[in-house]
């Protein structure tokens, strides 16, 4: 039994209910779904081609692993779906079998969209309590990628922690476990499918692959990943209830899987939308790129007045005309009346005042010791235990974030930025309040992801009226703060540029979940001035633009000086408008080094840089740089102010640790 369905036929139809047919076949656009009764799985074809291959559902009861292919043959519903992601058609299967709880699957396929969406639900009177739900299982993927291309599985981490890297690894491994979500790719056609979830708030996400000869064999995607990579020393917490539901899982398959992981994170964002902010991409400062813990309050002071004599006045500022200028850890040695004269005298100086805080950490690691802001309790009430023990990462115990004694710490500290003048706030160690526990006080959590959901629902309440900038965190959920440092610290070597830019290569899409993505604090003191122009730039093709040297007068005058050069940059700092750049490439050995950014004016801008030793030839055809090989463009090199003419072919030579920074004009747009 086929269907295929016009727009008017999806707008018109109700539900038609099929039971037990040997195959339903049903096509919205460019997708097909096909049920199966007698293997019991699902085909989702893409124009026609094969993607996605005798897919099933499964889960677990207690350590029994229990698939669709387990239960009798499903009735099919097929309803029309209406919603935040468009109009289409909900196709849904009903798995049944005594001694099972019932199995809902679900398939969301919407007009003119590149993916399709699942899902499924157990449900049971008597109650059914699991830690594993996998909507997708496919274990034969090998006809989807060509032997011969240059096949790509790209690693995700799931948070930025450890200086972690995001990898691109060729079809030759074994096993790899991706968090949220990956993309499989051929590298030259750029033809790949996105696979991750869309849904953060119960379940870690993982996406295990298997490959061989160059293809990619299996995909599993589950709700239920914990290891050391999610900071986690126990099993993921189990859901428990008549219903429970898996993550909502986004298939795609696109002829750019760089568009590809831009619409699953476009996705994210409907379906949790970004924080409000209606400002522009913060420029500024913040302390712990050198001062760290020497910083003082007189040398706060110097830095706030540094910028308005300096900089601000010198092409140093965003559109708003604003510098965000940030106290890191140390602070606390301020007294209440420093911080409101800090805060005051960076107002003076037309600028925000930012302030530091980690929610979810214990650093003196005392157990006995009385919680502040709750003196009813002390820090061992706090605690999320794992097998009895507190839990340590990165030298701090971690903090139930559902525990009452932490709101109150939450509404104590927001008063206090609030009454002192701070409207921008680094949060720190977040993943903290994401690990999995014995228990968290609030008992109807049972998942380190429902807990830390409740921990940032309370921390966007209380800092309801501040930017929120999360520094080491969880990539999801994404809703509850403006930005994220998109990679672990980062400093003032090539080696920190290619660290930060291994980050966007593969997760520069993240600025679809968030407002801007954070490339850490730019350090220029102590490195040449070709990774002054590196790190600069990282910043400028990521997102945010923070400096982090210290300005105060007691301050490296060298890096001042590389400051008033560098940072002040008209053509370069106007770059920086909040947008990431995305990859040329996919294959990178440990990151990218291409970077590119098309613009509604019809301009394009590029940055290519050279992380070693020795100068780069960089002979690279246009059309591979998304430019027609039918126009003649202007280019300006923007550091050295150097124009060229470009059609065909760019040839150019990256002096060693370094980087070219151009914008391009067809001429059709011209130089300006």
Known sequence: MK????????????????????????????????????????????????????????????????????????????????????????????????????????????????????????????????????????????GVFKGGGNNRALFIPFDNDKWIRYQSHPLNFQQLTSYEVSAVFDNGSRNGIVVGSVEHDNWKTGIDLTSEANQLSSLTCYGGVANETTR???????????????????????????????????????????????????????????????????????????????????HFANADNLVYVGLDSGWDSFSEEQLKAYADRCAENGQVAGIYWTPFTDWAKDPERVFKAAPEYKYKDLYLYANGKPQELDGAYALDPTHPAVEAAMKQTSELFRRTGFRYVKMDFMTHGAMEADRWHNDRVTTGMQ??????????????????????SPIFPAHYAQSRRIACDAWNKIKDTEYTMNALSYGWWQDRIYSFNDPDHIVLRDASEGENRARITSAVITGMLILGDDYSE???????????????????NLLANGCAFRPVEGDGVKSENLFCRMNDDGTSDFAFFNYSDEE???????????????SLYKAKELWRGLEIQVQSQLDVTIPAKDVWLLKFYSDKTGAK
């Open 554 to 572: 007691q301050g490296d005058a060298e890096a001042k000086e590389r400051t008033l050069k560098y940072a002040t940059h008209r053509e370069v």
């Open 232 to 314: 986690d020393v126990k099993p993921h917490g189990s859901l428990r209830g008549k219903n429970i539901k898996s993550p909502k899982i986004f298939l795609g398959y696109f002829k750019d899987w760089r568009t590809g992981l831009e619409s699953f994170a476009k996705v994210n964002a409907r379906v949790n939308p970004p924080r409000e902010w209606s400002h522009s991409v913060p420029f500024g400062w913040n302390s712990w790129g050198v001062l760290q813990f020497n910083l003082t309050y007189d040398k706060a002071l110097q830095v706030s007045d540094f910028f308005a004599i300096n900089l601000q006045n010198n």
């Open 451 to 472: 807990g830390y959901n409740y921990g940032m629902a309370l921390l966007n309440k209380y800092f309801t009226d501040m930017y929120i900038n999360l520094s080491i």
């Open 616 to 630: 780069m030839p960089l002979n690279i055809p246009i059309e591979r740089l998304g430019l027609s090989v039918d």
């Open 3 to 142: 269907q295929k369905l016009s727009v008017a036929a999806v707008l018109s139809l109700w539900v038609i209910c099929v039971s037990c047919s040997k195959e339903l076949e049903f096509t919205i656009d460019d997708w097909t779904i096909r049920y199966d009764s007698y293997s019991k799985s699902v085909d989702i074809l893409n124009d026609n081609r094969l993607i996605y291959n005798d897919l099933y559902a499964s889960y677990k009861l207690a350590d029994t692993l229990i698939s669709t292919k387990n239960y009798n043959p499903a009735k099919i519903k097929i309803k029309r779906v209406s919603d935040h992601l468009g109009q289409g058609i909900l196709y849904e299967l009903t798995y049944s079998k005594k001694g099972f709880p019932d199995l809902i699957q679900s398939f969301y396929l919407y007009l003119n969209r590149d993916y399709v969406l699942t899902e499924f639900e157990l449900r049971d009177a008597d109650g059914v309590e699991t830690n594993y739900m996998a909507p997708v299982n496919v274990k034969d993927m090998s």
